[in-house]
């Protein structure tokens, strides 16, 4: 059972550069998120679903753009990257009801835009 | 909007000693969960404890319990017998059922030996 999937695990962009960052669960999960963690401000949430063509916009959603066409799937792009979205981002997603609607995360993207 | 403050973020405890970490929300609903996360230098990120905000009773795993007041909402965990690999981040959350989940900014806790 592989959980969520999340790549790539490093990346480096130059500024303005695109990219999309892939996450990926085999759990039959309704709900997946995205987050970017940054020293001294936690987890902030950038864009959930709650279902396969449902998103929703999080604490921090400017400068990304998700999709849904899958209940698998959830990338997360970049369509011009700038110095302030260097981070670590987290995907992560849960049942609802189910395990106490805990979250499972992937194992993290280390992002620097230069 | 829900809000979840961690107003300490570094701790530190000896080893073999016990040590509470706090958690404040806000939140005008009443159905929902928290969750202490603890995320070590790998950057895995790892369930600890969750409580449903329905149950009166303080959720305990092991040598990790909370103290759950709702009214005060407040959710405090606490690590008893702390060893060396307790040391990492932990993350205070709430989750309104079946919706998202916020996060505070976190505590590090440092375990000496």
């Known amino acids: 059972n592989a959980g969520v999937t999340q790549t790539p695990k490093f990346q480096v962009l130059k500024t303005g550069q695109s990219m999309t960052l892939q996450c990926a669960q085999d759990?039959?999960?309704?709900?997946m998120s995205w987050y970017r963690q940054d020293p001294g401000m936690g987890l902030r949430l950038i864009h959930y679903?709650?279902?396969?063509?449902?998103?929703d916009q999080g604490e921090v959603p400017n400068g990304y753009n998700v999709s849904r066409s899958t209940t698998e799937d959830f990338p997360l792009r970049l369509l011009s990257a700038a110095p302030s979205q260097t981070s670590v981002y987290f995907c992560?997603?849960?049942?609802?009801?189910?395990?106490?609607?805990?979250?499972?995360f992937g194992s993290g993207t280390q992002l620097s835009v230069l | 909007a829900q809000t979840v403050t961690q107003s300490q973020p570094e701790m530190s405890v000896q080893e073999a000693e016990t040590v509470t970490l706090s958690c404040t929300y806000d939140?005008?609903?009443?159905?929902?969960?928290l969750f202490w996360y603890k995320q070590p230098p790998s950057r895995q990120m790892i369930l600890v404890i969750r409580q449903e905000a329905y149950k009166q009773q303080n959720a305990t795993e092991n040598r990790f319990s909370v103290n759950f007041q709702k009214a005060a909402k407040s959710f405090s965990l606490k690590i008893s017998d702390s060893q060396l690999g307790d040391a990492a981040m932990y993350f205070c959350a709430y989750r309104l059922r079946g919706f998202k989940t916020i996060f505070g900014a976190g505590t590090r806790l440092f375990v000496k030996a």
């Open positions: 992560a997603s849960s049942l609802y009801g189910g395990e106490g609607e805990k979250l499972f």
């Open positions: 759990m039959n999960h309704e709900y």
């Open positions: 939140t005008s609903e009443s159905d929902y969960y």
């Open positions: 679903s709650v279902g396969a063509g449902i998103t």
